[in-house]
């Protein structure tokens, strides 16, 4: 998680469990974020086992295979940190408390449609750096209470009303569709796949 989160929604939107192990334990947002940065650290060296591997097996067609007895190291060490971050992370999401509240009201919020009023006007034809001037511009007085974010849009000649609708709460996440994106029917999808693929997996290992 990004230093950000200890400040503003993020930090009301969620909080750690008090039985999550850290020190300083005085400290919401340092508790917090310490499992997940310490999970997010063991990638780089799970690719460097993975790259290590890939190295090796490069060479074999012109050897004699002995050389696979370097997989073994790196195998095993990440086992041995998968093991650790998936027992760390479960404890924190276990233990975590949830706003959704606060979660709702950050994601309403008329500046996250700024993307979407940026590539409505690159859809008419306007390059994207004067689209990303525009929309700043707008931003900004609405940030210094000029006005709503969707008032503004409309009375933009260039945006309009239909830009305007973009603003409102919901409409920007439903767009996102495509698979893997953030939006409802998208989510279900991938839930979806997932759980399939966690039946399969207990089946599999008699879970």
Do not use: W
Not at 21 to 45: D, H, T, V
Not at 69 to 82: A, I, M, N, R, T
Not at 153 to 171: E, H, I, K, Q, T
Request: net charge neutral; glycine share 10%.
């Amino acid at each position: 998680m990004a230093r950000s989160g200890c400040s503003g929604p993020a930090r009301s939107s969620v909080s750690p469990g008090s039985t999550t192990p850290s020190r300083p334990a005085r400290r919401c947002c340092r508790r917090r974020r310490n499992i997940a940065e310490l999970a997010r650290g063991k990638a780089g060296r799970l690719i460097g086992n993975l790259t290590a591997l890939l190295a090796t097996l490069k060479g074999l067609p012109l050897a004699y295979n002995k050389d696979l007895q370097e997989d073994k190291e790196g195998l095993f060490d990440s086992v041995d940190q998968v093991n650790l971050a998936v027992a760390a992370l479960t404890g924190m999401i276990a233990t975590a408390t949830f706003v959704p509240e606060t979660m709702q009201a950050a994601a309403d919020a008329e500046t996250t449609a700024a993307t979407d009023l940026a590539e409505y006007l690159v859809r008419a034809g306007v390059p994207f750096r004067d689209a990303h001037a525009i929309v700043g511009q707008h931003v900004r007085a609405a940030l210094a209470g000029d006005g709503s974010l969707s008032e503004l849009v409309a009375a933009d000649d260039r945006l309009g009303a239909d830009a305007a609708a973009l603003v409102r709460p919901g409409v920007g996440v439903e767009m996102r569709s495509s698979p893997g994106a953030a939006g409802p029917k998208a989510l279900d999808a991938q839930l979806e796949a997932y759980r399939a693929m966690l039946d399969r997996e207990r089946t599999a290992f008699g879970v």
